[in-house]
C-alpha cells in the first residue's frame, strides 16, 4: 500500500468510536476479543470485525497464543496520523499567532 492508502486506511479505522474505545483499552495492553467485548452491547463476532479493520490499518497487531488470538495497540501506525496532523497544526498555529497579532493592533488603535 502507498502511504496515502495508508493513511486513509488509519483515518478510516479511527472515524468509528468503538475502534477508538477498543484502541484505548489497548493502550493499557494485550487483550482477547472477549475481554474487549466485554464493555460492549455487542457480540464477540462483531468485535472480531472491529479488531479486522484495526489489524488491516496496522494500528494493532494479533498473534496466536494457544486457543486465542490477543490483540496488542501497535502505536506505530497512529504516528503516521499524527505527523500528517501536526502540518495543520503548525499551519492553524502561524494563522493564529497572525490573527492575535492583528487583534492586538485593533485593540491598541481602539485605545487611541
Same mark, same amino acid.
Do not use: C
Given at each position: 500500500?502507498?502511504?496515502?492508502? !495508508?493513511?486513509?486506511?488509519?483515518?478510516? +479505522?479511527?472515524?468509528? &468510536?468503538?475502534?477508538?474505545?477498543?484502541?484505548?483499552?489497548?493502550?493499557?495492553?494485550?487483550?482477547?476479543?472477549?475481554?474487549?467485548?466485554a464493555p460492549f452491547e455487542m457480540s464477540? &463476532?462483531?468485535?472480531?470485525?472491529?479488531?479486522?479493520?484495526?489489524?488491516? +490499518?496496522?494500528?494493532?497487531d494479533r498473534e496466536i497464543r494457544a486457543?486465542?488470538?490477543p490483540a496488542t495497540l501497535n502505536a506505530?501506525?497512529?504516528?503516521?496520523?499524527?505527523?500528517?496532523?501536526?502540518?495543520?497544526?503548525?499551519?492553524?498555529?502561524?494563522?493564529?499567532?497572525?490573527? !492575535?497579532?492583528?487583534?492586538?493592533?485593533?485593540?491598541?488603535?481602539?485605545?487611541?
Amino acid at each position: 500500500m502507498s502511504y496515502e492508502q !495508508d493513511l486513509d486506511a488509519v483515518f478510516a +479505522a479511527l472515524a468509528d &468510536p468503538t475502534r477508538r474505545a477498543i484502541l484505548a483499552r489497548l493502550s493499557d495492553g494485550s487483550a482477547t476479543v472477549g475481554e474487549l467485548a466485554a464493555p460492549f452491547e455487542m457480540s464477540q &463476532p462483531a468485535v472480531s470485525k472491529h479488531l479486522k479493520v484495526l489489524e488491516t +490499518a496496522g494500528l494493532i497487531d494479533r498473534e496466536i497464543r494457544a486457543q486465542t488470538r490477543p490483540a496488542t495497540l501497535n502505536a506505530a501506525r497512529l504516528q503516521d496520523a499524527v505527523h500528517w496532523l501536526e502540518g495543520f497544526r503548525a499551519h492553524w498555529g502561524d494563522r493564529l499567532d497572525r490573527l !492575535d497579532r492583528l487583534l492586538t493592533e485593533l485593540k491598541q488603535e481602539d485605545t487611541t
